[in-house]
């Protein structure tokens, strides 16, 4: 969902009918910079600004601002909430993935409740960014393949006309322009959730993690390897299923959870 099929292919990220034979001690299994600093908290503009709760039936049965529930999560001691708030989890639709950020994280984030200010996420992250030295957009660009843009018109076809001429209001060149701001504001992939930058360095460091690791649930030959029939059972289990298996009272879920379920007719 998040890298689309064309790009899981081509980093070997797809799941394996028996064993899977990359495994490589050689591989390098620490998430990189550009990883942890930008491309993984992709998904801040996904956020939603208010916390719905919904019933076992999928009726709505309230909302809750952000703001007030980041640190203080005590809405969760009271009976039968982590179902309402699990309900409204895969009842509620993302944000879409753009360059715009609710503003419970960007001004309100672990806003305390006598206050009328919090902190900013977007600026948390790009603070992150340049104090660790992260290399730009412009150079991740070029690290995954893509043509260096040395003009902002470059970047029209990759981020819009708008956000481009946002840029040259801002910034003298496009190698001033941080990872997290530019990997946002890309136009997503074809079947993907995030852009090409992103779903590179995404990718490339999940393929990586999952060659370099001994233990992949999936690998053979190693005294910790499962079974076949093993592995067998545990492809079949499901974020649905634990949802369904932990929660008191869910009477239906859509089959993958993380996809929203088609309005019932």
Same mark, same amino acid.
């Given at each position: ?8 292919? /081509? ?5 394996? /009918? ?42 709505? #049965? ?7 529930? #980041? ?12 179902? /309402? ?40 992250? +790009? ?42 209001? +801002? ?79 869910? #009477? ?14």
């Amino acid at each position: 969902m998040l890298l689309g099929k064309r790009v899981v292919a /081509e980093n070997n990220l797809t799941e394996a /009918e028996g064993y899977w034979y990359g495994y490589d001690p050689n591989a390098h299994t620490s998430p990189s910079q550009a990883f942890t600093t930008a491309a993984f908290r992709y998904g801040h503009t996904f956020i939603q600004g208010k916390v719905m709760r919904y019933g076992r039936h999928h009726q709505f #049965l309230g909302a809750h601002s952000l703001r007030f529930l #980041l640190r203080h999560p005590f809405i969760i001691y009271e009976p039968g909430r982590i179902d /309402e708030l699990a309900m409204g989890l895969v009842d509620t639709p993302s944000q879409t993935y753009d360059p715009f950020i609710s503003k419970e994280v960007a001004g309100h984030l672990f806003q305390e409740p006598w206050d009328h200010v919090g902190l900013d996420l977007p600026s948390i992250n +790009l603070m992150r960014g340049r104090e660790q030295g992260t290399p730009g957009y412009n150079f991740y660009r070029e690290w995954c393949g893509m043509r260096r843009a040395e003009t902002f018109e470059e970047l029209i076809p990759w981020v819009g006309n708008h956000t481009a001429y946002l840029y040259s209001t +801002l910034y003298a060149h496009p190698d001033d322009i941080d990872l997290w701001s530019g990997g946002i504001s890309e136009e997503k992939m074809p079947g993907a959730l995030v852009g090409p930058t992103f779903g590179c360095i995404i990718a490339r460091n999940f393929a990586n993690i999952r060659k370099g690791d001994r233990f992949w649930f999936e690998n053979p030959g190693f005294p910790s390897s499962f079974t076949l029939p093993q592995l067998r059972e545990i492809r079949k289990a499901t974020q649905s299923k634990i949802l369904c298996d932990n929660g008191d009272r869910i #009477l239906t879920i859509q089959r993958w959870a993380l996809r929203q379920a088609h309005p019932i007719q």
